[in-house]
């Protein structure tokens, strides 16, 4: 038997021995997982090429589970709906990664959000397989599905959003793809003349046309300089520095009205003369409250909608053409469908919200939390959903019509300057009195905004108020 100093002794070194054994591991994991960073997405590093192929990767899910996205027991990933391409995006070893597959890629991966600092250790020292969470999307199929219905094969885009909490209920963008064909089509979709890749939705840049007077109505209201019932006049056309704005644009265009008439029918040399009574200042402001000159906050990438370029002359003649919506403004659908969602939530625009929950082992953890500005005055809020529900009402968007529900909307003939070809531009929401649903619609060089985008709306409203 061991004197009882030695047998201390022994234990004290076989307790240093254990314990130095224990740091070196964490500190390897510092060294490999903090430190060298750099090697994480090491061409070489087999874990990057593992990563898109991971049987185990989570599924990405609709709002109410149904199944987008999921991998297949060889790591392919298989994508179920072409119409949510653009949403859920893709994930390749050649081309990387985009849309949801990349925006939450971190909880997809399973790096973060469920393992913890005991998986951790787990995953690295007995090699075991670490299984992604489930990613569910605000995105509803039925909505959807309507949405990519009613747009079809027209190249185009739509966004529908609850105005109340900036989730996106829809996006649809065509022409579309199969995200689990890059692999194989890659190239092809690539130098596609169409750009099937891009996402129309979040980065395609658009003359609004008339959409923008709401942004210019709302400055005046905002301002003061005009109110709905002021009385307007046009005798014929307008003449702004040499620049004719004929009023003949709608046949309501020529004579004596109130503003409201003005905004009901469209008339663009009345929104001409408006927006040189606004300024570059205060329509820019208004427009830059809602989102304009800046990337959206978003899950996926977006592109800055602008007024008016950097280095450009801002001019009285520009000024004009920019007030009633051509000019030199640029806008993606998303852009537009918040302006409609901020009109409709009293003034009050809500960043949109992609991503909704991740569920892990039964644990769920809520995504994408969205913040909220005031834009408009309650007031002038109140009066731009009156004078919007006034085009519905008026006839200037019949295919927006719904039995029973009273629908607040602006149309959009957006000049395009390539063969007299104009975009077909639809803003709404309903029901007017409570809105749930906003939407936004371009159709690409699809003519009228009133007859060819208005009834694609009509449809996505019915879906989203029929949930």
Excluded at 107 to 130: H, K, N, P, Q, Y
Excluded at 169 to 191: F, H, I, N, Q, R
Excluded at 425 to 436: K, M, S, V
Aim: hydrophobic content about 45%; glycine content about 12%; aromatic content about 6%.
């Amino acid at each position: 038997m061991l004197p009882e100093d030695v047998f201390e002794g022994r234990v004290r070194v076989a307790g240093a021995v254990a314990l130095a054994g224990v740091l070196a591991v964490f500190a390897s994991l510092a060294y490999w997982q903090v430190f060298r960073t750099d090697l994480a997405t090491h061409d070489d590093n087999p874990r990057v090429l593992a990563a898109f192929s991971n049987p185990h990767r989570g599924r990405i899910l609709d709002r109410d589970g149904n199944v987008l996205v999921e991998s297949l027991p060889d790591g392919t990933r298989h994508y179920r709906d072409a119409s949510v391409a653009h949403a859920v995006g893709y994930i390749d070893a050649r081309y990387g990664s985009q849309g949801a597959e990349l925006a939450f890629n971190g909880e997809l991966a399973g790096e973060s959000g469920g393992r913890g600092w005991r998986g951790a250790v787990d995953a690295e020292l007995r090699r075991t397989a670490v299984r992604g969470a489930d990613v569910r999307l605000t995105l509803d199929s039925r909505v959807q599905a309507a949405a990519a219905t009613a747009l079809g094969a027209r190249p185009g885009a739509i966004v529908a959003i609850d105005p109340r909490n900036g989730e996106v209920l829809a996006m649809v963008s065509v022409p579309t793809y199969d995200p689990g064909s890059l692999a194989t089509a890659g190239e092809v979709l690539l130098k596609d003349p169409s750009s099937p890749l891009l996402d129309r939705a979040t980065q395609g840049l658009y003359t609004p046309g008339s959409t923008f007077k709401t942004v210019t109505a709302a400055a005046a209201l905002e301002n003061k300089v005009i109110q709905p019932s002021t009385t307007v006049n046009c005798p014929g056309e307008i003449v702004i520095d040499g620049f004719h704005i004929n009023c003949a644009n709608t046949a309501q265009g020529v004579g004596t009205y109130p503003f409201s008439a003005a905004f009901t029918y469209s008339v663009n040399a009345i929104f001409a003369n408006l927006g040189v009574s606004l300024g570059w200042d205060r329509l820019l402001a208004m427009a830059g409250k809602f989102g304009f000159g800046e990337s959206i906050p978003f899950a996926l990438d977006t592109a800055a909608s602008i007024v008016v370029p950097a280095g450009s002359e801002r001019t009285k003649v520009l000024l004009a053409s920019t007030a009633f919506g051509q000019g030199e403004i640029l806008a993606t659908p998303l852009q537009m469908a918040l302006v409609a969602a901020t009109i409709a939530n009293q003034g009050v625009l809500v960043e949109p919200r992609l991503g909704l929950s991740a569920s892990f082992d039964g644990e769920t953890r809520a995504l994408d939390e969205s913040a909220s500005r005031r834009v408009l005055d309650v007031s002038v809020a109140a009066t731009l959903r009156e004078l919007m529900v006034s085009v519905v009402a008026n006839g200037q968007a019949r295919g927006a019509n719904l039995p029973g529900i009273t629908v607040g909307g602006k149309t959009g003939t957006a000049e395009t300057g390539r063969d007299g070809k104009s975009h077909a531009w639809f803003i709404a929401f309903a029901p007017a009195e409570n809105p749930t649903i906003a939407v936004a619609v371009v159709v690409e060089d699809g003519g009228r905004g009133g007859e060819v985008a208005s009834p694609i709306a009509g449809q996505v409203l019915g879906a989203a108020l029929r949930r």
